[in-house]
């Protein structure tokens, strides 16, 4: 959990767990986009956070300003952010990002059913 402005980001376990296999110079880059949506919530504008297209309502952190190869998928969950999946940027790896894009649907519905 990370709570360092005015809302609370969380990360789902398995989020959690794939943000450790990434490379530590993307893991802070990742922690810092974390900071910008603790600090601005929905008001993080492109190129730090953008609709995921073809998903449903899901977003993408873009770790700094969407020259990092890596994402961090999230929803907004009542008056929490939850990071649900970290994968891979879509030009670099579409195979592993739609992955990554279903793993976050899949668990942030899941996290809204309980």
Known sequence: ???CGVWEVRY???AQAELEGVPPREQAAIE???KKLAQLGGQLPYPHSSN????????ELRPRG?????RAFY????DIYV?????????NNSRDFNRAVAAAQDRLDDLEED
């Open 1 to 3: 959990m990370l709570s």
């Open 12 to 14: 789902l376990p398995d």
């Open 32 to 34: 810092n986009a974390i």
């Open 52 to 59: 995921v297209q073809g998903a449903t309502n899901l977003r």
């Open 66 to 70: 969407g020259n990092s190869p890596w």
């Open 75 to 78: 929803r907004r969950v009542s």
């Open 83 to 91: 990071i649900a999946a970290i994968g891979p940027e879509a030009q």
